[in-house]
């Protein structure tokens, strides 16, 4: 683990900013003036450069209409394509193990469709109980389409103090009747990273498939889903990788699945020669572009493609090492100004175990949240009682982190959060 040292003073924030590498990226996003965002988690900002390639794309739909799909700037028939291969090194993957296309949740769908194989008594799926709410609702509706009550299919492992979950418990899970195996590969509330390549290696010698979400660690930590051997993984483009609201998700196929039939078929998942012969025999694309279903939505790909080129240029390795430093320091700064004000850090501090957010509890926390909004501090509300604080190493700083923790105190000393009711908005 990485010790660094702080002192408590705003210049000791200015210094980091001057040492800190990625300083100049954060011209490269369209920032609030008069606000700290601290919820790119959820929802990334916009770059110049993905707004460009969207202004690209809109141009050649403008001036080429139909054929845009080929003589575009970014051909259209091949963006799923060329964006996969820009994403391949984010989650550690071969070019052709990587498609961007559909969303989180139906390349979910399409991956179960695809992978899960009930035989004999193998016939349940196990998850985590601590899993965003799509992936179950996704699980659940995959178990009934095959006949299967998912009161008893889905077995979701427990968590032991309700933030993380422990590997030995789900190791104890994979029993013979388990089939499948989706879990996160950071858990959305306590940002815990699960050991997927210890999970990965348990499950095979038990012959079960896994597969994981990569929602909350595409595009700040490292993966190596080819090497670990990972069967499958899904995430989505809008959370850290900045792709836009509604961006189009992100799937991976291990090369050694490649072949397999598509659960849910779709004339986008044809050999690209093939597609337009109009047959109605399905020729499957060899490599991951076989899991595509229709049309690509082109106009929530084309920002993707100028914010992924900001991702290769800098690189995982860089962009994770400023993301540890930036929760490293905010974690510090809450120890030392919130102490005793009811506040508990609900992620691992542990480098190899944290994400890239800080889960912060507090049994005040969704009117704390208020309150930090008012002061133009843009956090988020997860239920029943966490903020998280996700500095994001392109356009955080370290300054807007130390003006965070100095807005927070004031809030809790001044007891500001009182005027608001402690009940989340609609979407939180
Ligand atoms: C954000 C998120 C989703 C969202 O799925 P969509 O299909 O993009 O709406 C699903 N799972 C996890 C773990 C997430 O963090």
Redesign the pocket.
């Known amino acids: 683990m990485t010790e660094y040292t702080y002192e408590l003073t705003i210049d000791c924030a200015n210094k980091l900013d001057e040492q800190d590498e990625l300083a100049s990226y954060r011209q490269e996003f369209y920032l609030s003036a008069s606000s700290i965002y601290m919820d790119g988690n959820s929802l990334g900002l916009l770059s110049k450069r993905a707004e460009q390639t969207l202004l690209d794309v809109l141009d050649d739909w403008k001036n080429l209409g139909i054929d845009g799909w080929m003589k575009g700037k970014h051909p259209w028939f091949h963006l799923s394509e060329s964006l996969g291969v820009k994403s391949a090194s984010l989650v550690g993957a071969l070019p052709e193990e990587v498609m961007v296309t559909g969303?989180?949740?139906?390349n979910l769908h399409q991956l179960v469709a695809t992978f899960y194989k009930p035989d004999g008594k193998r016939t349940k799926i196990l998850a985590d109980e601590l899993?965003?709410p799509?992936?179950i609702y996704a699980l659940k509706s995959q178990l009934q389409l095959r006949g299967f009550d998912p009161d008893t299919h889905l077995v979701q492992v427990k968590s032991r103090d309700g933030r993380f979950i422990d590997e030995e418990d789900v190791i104890a899970a994979m029993t013979d009747e388990i089939a499948l195996i989706v879990l996160?590969t950071v858990l959305?509330r306590s940002g815990q990273i699960l050991d997927m390549k210890r999970l990965t290696e348990e499950a095979h010698k038990r012959g079960i498939m896994i597969g994981f979400?990569g929602?909350?660690s595409v595009g700040a930590i490292p993966h190596h889903f080819h090497d670990w051997n990972v069967d499958f993984g899904y995430w989505?483009n809008y959370?850290y990788l900045n792709g836009g609201p509604g961006s189009v998700?992100g799937l991976y196929v291990h090369e050694r699945h490649f072949g397999k039939e598509a659960g849910l078929s779709g004339w986008f998942g044809s050999q690209k020669e093939k597609q337009f012969d109009m047959n109605h025999t399905f020729t499957q694309a060899e490599a991951a572009g076989a899991y595509q279903i229709g049309t690509p939505h082109i106009m929530s790909l084309a920002p993707l493609i100028g914010s992924l080129d900001l991702f290769l240029e800098v690189g995982i390795k860089r962009i994770r090492e400023k993301s540890l430093r930036l929760t490293d320091y905010l974690m510090w700064l809450i120890d030392q100004e919130l102490a005793d004000m009811g506040f508990t850090i609900g992620n691992p501090r542990d480098e190899k175990r944290r994400g890239g957010h800080v889960s912060l509890e507090h049994k005040e926390a969704a009117r704390i949240c208020k309150a930090l909004k008012a002061e133009n501090v843009i956090p988020d509300f997860r239920a029943p009682h966490i903020i998280r604080l996700a500095p994001v190493a392109f356009y955080t700083s370290f300054t807007e982190v130390w003006e965070v923790v100095q807005r927070l105190k004031t809030i809790m000393v001044e007891k500001k959060y009182e005027h608001y009711k402690n009940e989340r908005e609609v979407v939180a």
């Open positions: 969303s989180t949740t139906v899993n965003f799509s992936d996160p959305y979400d929602c909350h989505c959370k998700g």
